[in-house]
């Protein structure tokens, strides 16, 4: 008895050691958040919620006080943790009578339970941290990888890249991967930079976790597949990725293309015809007959443009529709019909032909596969308006290729309406374009009469409190976004009979008289209003001379 007498001396007060009351919360704080769950498990299934919440309570201060007064600490919090234990149970054991056999708990289940609830909210602290959300196709966040997932490494250079090309206005990030090396690009207005590609594994495995998210087959790597990723950019909104893969034997090759219908969605005054030009086009849209060509080379936006004139006619009051091999956006009111797939040229015209015994009024035609197709338009056209897209530099080398593929020059010259061609250039960035004066060469050949007339170069800096520093707009670049420069030849009556009489330098003349603007005429009008600079011209249209 003595004994035990001075040990009950010799221990400390409670509130006069610092392990205590730091030994006390750390048992308090848990059994607290167990309890908090096993009060709105009781809500939730209608057991007696307020009469067990008084019992946790009374559990919690008995509990308390015996880890706080009683004389030997650790005796106290032993039987202290067997009231708060005990009364737990009791609401388990409770509980578990009380509902269906498939919704009891063992030990096991509350461990698994608080691991999910753990491990759910790492994911959602991680989703608040990045950068980069990943959306499914209804906007709602997806989890993302994060901490200890071997699939961490691939989403942060997913990060990476998003945060490089969206802010600079990238339309296609590109990443190769073969035996020897990885290759990363980012296509920006029209121009590809080579950039920094993370070792060979780390390619792959980000290949593999952006085909997963965009719903492709992870373990097929030779097929061509396609799908689509919703992310959404801190300080940059939402965005739709079109993810392109295809793989060897011996390589991987991944495209993502950024906002693809934001491109394709544009209206006919944006699209940068020039004010006559576009007094011509706004007629022909209100025309539903006659073969309108469109001329340029493959990537130059010639896509765009007849979109943007198919959007032009009321979908809703007349019969619009396409034939292509592929829609690369959903124009409202459209019927889009597509090639059939894996179809022989034969099966194509004769498709074709179908569609045009619906009697369409607009019907855009993304390639002639054969001179009876492209004789069939030309007959149709008096009834319906065509737009056809011509692989061409320019609108008199369409007009040729036209009249040799319908093979009847009366005919080809009779069904023809308009020819336009178009390149696109960079604009330069209005935030830090840079101011000259064109020396006497440069201003006769832009018919510049005023001499103070200023032009203005891509520069890509600025300078603040006499230090230069990148433009924040461009990120350096020195150009943001692009315009079309177009050459539009309207086909009237006179220019009609001379395509048809064969007489070539006569129709030049005609053009000319009617003030025809050709390619790099449009061109450097552009640069005489500041939109874009003589260089960017010259790397154009550097390809038009012969």
């Known amino acids: 008895m003595l004994q035990l007498i001075a040990?009950?001396?010799?221990?400390?007060?409670?509130?006069?050691?610092?392990?205590?009351?730091?030994?006390?919360?750390?048992?308090?704080?848990?059994?607290?958040?167990?309890?908090?769950?096993?009060?709105?498990?009781?809500?939730?299934?209608y057991l007696k919620q307020q009469l067990w919440s008084m019992a946790h309570i009374g559990a919690g201060l008995v509990g308390f006080a015996f880890i706080v007064l009683f004389p030997i600490f650790w005796v106290g919090l032993v039987l202290g943790l067997m009231v708060l234990a005990g009364e737990s149970a009791g609401y388990v054991l409770y509980r578990n009578r009380e509902v269906d056999e498939a919704e009891r708990w063992s030990g096991m289940d509350i461990i698994r339970k608080v691991q999910r609830e753990r491990e759910q909210k790492a994911a959602e602290r991680a989703i608040e941290r990045s950068g980069v959300k990943l959306m499914d196709k209804n906007e709602s966040r997806i989890?993302?990888?994060?901490?200890?997932?071997?699939?961490?490494?691939?989403?942060?250079?997913?990060?990476?890249?998003?945060?490089?090309?969206?802010?600079?206005?990238?339309?296609?990030?590109?990443?190769?991967?073969?035996?020897?090396k990885a290759a990363f690009s980012a296509k920006i207005d029209g121009v590809r930079y080579p950039l920094?590609?993370?070792?060979?594994?780390?390619?792959?495995?980000?290949?593999?976790?952006?085909?997963?998210h965009a719903g492709m087959d992870v373990n097929d790597r030779r097929r061509k597949q396609t799908g689509k990723i919703w992310v959404e950019i801190e300080g940059m909104g939402k965005h739709t990725l079109q993810v392109t893969v295809a793989g060897s034997t011996r390589a991987l090759q991944m495209q993502i293309e950024i906002d693809p219908q934001a491109r394709t969605n544009i209206a006919v005054e944006k699209l940068g015809l020039l004010p006559k030009q576009l007094t011509i086009v706004k007629q022909l849209v209100q025309e539903t007959s006659g073969v309108v060509l469109i001329a340029s080379p493959p990537g130059t936006g010639t896509t765009t443009t007849i979109y943007s004139l198919m959007q032009a006619h009321d979908a809703y009051t007349a019969s619009v529709l396409t034939f292509e091999k592929e829609a690369v956006f959903s124009l409202e009111g459209v019927s889009?019909?597509?090639?059939?797939?894996?179809?022989?040229?034969?099966?194509?015209?004769?498709?074709?032909?179908?569609?045009?015994?619906?009697d369409p009024n607009v019907m855009m035609v993304s390639q002639l596969v054969s001179t009876d197709m492209a004789k069939m338009a030309a007959q149709q056209a008096e009834d319906t308006r065509f737009y056809i897209p011509m692989p061409a530099k320019d609108t008199l080398a369409a007009l040729k290729i036209w009249l040799k593929v319908v093979g009847d020059r009366p005919l080809a010259a009779q069904s023809l309406s308009a020819i336009i061609s178009q390149r696109l250039v960079r604009k330069l960035c209005p935030t830090c374009r840079a101011p000259y004066l064109p020396d006497a060469a440069a201003m006769k050949r832009l018919k510049i009469t005023n001499p103070e007339q200023q032009l203005f170069k891509a520069s890509g800096k600025l300078v603040i409190k006499n230090t230069e520093l990148p433009c924040t707009l461009c990120h350096g670049l020195g150009y943001r976004g692009r315009v079309a420069v177009f050459e539009v030849m309207h086909i009237d009556r006179e220019a009609r009979s001379l395509i048809a009489s064969g007489e070539g330098?006569?129709?030049?003349?005609?053009?000319?008289?009617?003030?025809m603007l050709y390619l790099q005429e449009a061109a450097l009008a552009n640069v005489v209003e500041g939109i874009t600079d003589i260089k960017e011209v010259t790397r154009v249209l550097g390809e038009q001379k012969d």
């Open 7 to 45: 040990q009950l001396q010799a221990e400390p007060l409670y509130l006069m050691s610092l392990a205590k009351p730091i030994i006390t919360l750390a048992v308090l704080g848990p059994w607290a958040w167990i309890v908090g769950r096993l009060d709105k498990d009781a809500g939730y299934y």
């Open 143 to 180: 989890e993302i990888p994060h901490g200890s997932d071997p699939r961490t490494p691939a989403f942060d250079y997913f990060q990476d890249m998003l945060s490089f090309g969206v802010p600079r206005g990238a339309e296609l990030l590109e990443i190769n991967v073969d035996a020897e």
């Open 196 to 212: 920094e590609a993370p070792e060979n594994a780390l390619c792959v495995q980000l290949i593999d976790f952006i085909k997963e």
């Open 336 to 358: 889009h019909n597509l090639f059939p797939a894996g179809a022989s040229n034969d099966q194509i015209q004769e498709q074709f032909a179908s569609l045009l015994r619906s």
């Open 505 to 515: 330098e006569r129709l030049r003349s005609h053009l000319r008289k009617n003030h």
